[in-house]
């Protein structure tokens, strides 16, 4: 039997639309996301014991996982009455059915704007205990349900929300780590984090540099070199951009920042029979599984990352000469060229009925892929 909302997301996925124009559907995509996000910090924390992210790394990628599910809650809370009676200003989430499972970076960018705009939209909201009494008045006086103050009450949530902030933005500008002085006071190490939620795919990635500073200040209070050192890369934060072609670019326009190692995380793209359109091998696992509601997804993790092998010294000018890196590209797979990376490792999260599913397939192309596989009590284990 299906869940209230399936058959209306199972017709918007046939006509190839992405709006949740369904309450019920909204709410269920809400919830699943929520586990999600939820689950995805207990797997970053599992990767962080295991070594596959320094102490500080997982900091940063901890914080950007907590940012990402308060910017769902949010989301939620702008959608919630959405397909009610008598709320039609309530819209329709837009997700990205073929591609990523995600919202489409549209909604982010939209949720940028309404934070600009939040004191003012609260400031014309009346407070909750009104809006509270305005609901039992409502229904006991009139014997209806009040939707409009319902919607009136999920918007002052959604503003009051943003206006507290912490959440993840379709643009994360760069921030600086201090890491160590190098063997000399002049060279300096630091690690810069940002993050986008990336337009071409509709998914949250996560960049982390290493890098050296030789300039004469600082980085981080160089009023010069940091505006412009933010700028470039968020300009190069694409997904369709190779990490070697960020770092040799990054290294080419500034000669006294030198990137050591660039990573990039790939949140996503997040599967499920209820929500998007999957192929091939995802596809079967998902069918074969049967899994309850909130158990019917996977989600895909990946892990680009670059290297510097060695350094090299270039002539600028007629008197100066520069540092340039030089990066390492995968030895293994003889993909490295192709990859633009020196490694790039991927793995999947699924609660246990998909994994059970895909165990029994074993497909060729997830042989290799590290499993994350969430129990119902939400205890995290890593299969290979």
Not at 209 to 229: F, V
Not at 250 to 264: A, E, I, Y
Not at 356 to 375: C, H, I, M, N, Y
Request: aromatic share 8%; glycine share 6%; hydrophobic share 40%.
């Amino acid at each position: 039997m299906s869940a209230p909302g399936d058959n209306s997301v199972k017709d918007a996925l046939m006509r190839d639309q992405v709006g949740l124009s369904d309450s019920f559907a909204a709410r269920r995509y809400f919830r699943k996301f929520d586990r999600i996000t939820r689950r995805l910090i207990d797997v970053a924390d599992t990767m962080s014991a295991g070594g596959s992210y320094s102490r500080a790394d997982h900091r940063v990628i901890r914080d950007y996982l907590v940012a990402l599910s308060r910017s769902f809650e949010a989301l939620s809370m702008k959608y919630l009455l959405t397909g009610r009676p008598g709320a039609r200003l309530a819209g329709a989430l837009e997700i990205d059915v073929e591609e990523s499972g995600f919202p489409v970076a549209r909604e982010l960018m939209t949720m940028a704007n309404d934070a600009q705009q939040a004191d003012r939209h609260l400031r014309g909201t009346p407070d909750a205990q009104s809006l509270l009494d305005d609901m039992i008045r409502t229904i006991v006086g009139e014997r209806r349900m009040p939707t409009r103050a319902q919607y009136a009450m999920s918007q002052r949530l959604y503003y009051q929300a943003l206006k507290r902030g912490g959440l993840f933005w379709a643009q994360n500008d760069p921030e600086a780590i201090w890491i160590e002085a190098q063997s000399n006071d002049k060279r300096r190490r630091y690690t810069l984090h940002w993050a986008v939620y990336d337009s071409q795919v509709n998914l949250p990635t996560i960049y982390l540099m290493d890098l050296d500073d030789t300039g004469r200040r600082a980085l981080p209070t160089d009023q010069d070199r940091w505006p412009e050192a933010q700028a470039h890369l968020m300009a190069q934060s694409v997904a369709g951009l190779k990490l070697l072609t960020i770092a040799r670019g990054f290294d080419s326009d500034f000669d006294d920042l030198h990137p050591k190692r660039l990573r990039r995380i790939h949140i996503g793209p997040m599967y499920s029979s209820a929500f998007t359109r999957q192929s091939g091998p995802i596809r079967q696992v998902l069918e074969q599984a049967r899994a309850p509601e909130g158990e019917d997804w996977t989600l895909a993790w990946t892990l680009e990352d670059l290297e510097s092998e060695r350094v090299t010294h270039e002539k600028k000018g007629w008197f100066s000469m520069v540092e340039r890196e030089v990066f390492a590209l995968d030895p293994f797979s003889g993909r490295g060229v192709d990859t633009g990376a020196t490694r790039t490792e991927r793995a999947v999260i699924l609660p246990e009925r998909p994994y059970q599913a895909l165990v029994e397939l074993d497909p060729p192309g997830f042989r290799d892929v590290r499993k994350f596989v969430v129990s119902p009590s939400g205890q995290v284990l890593s299969y290979r």
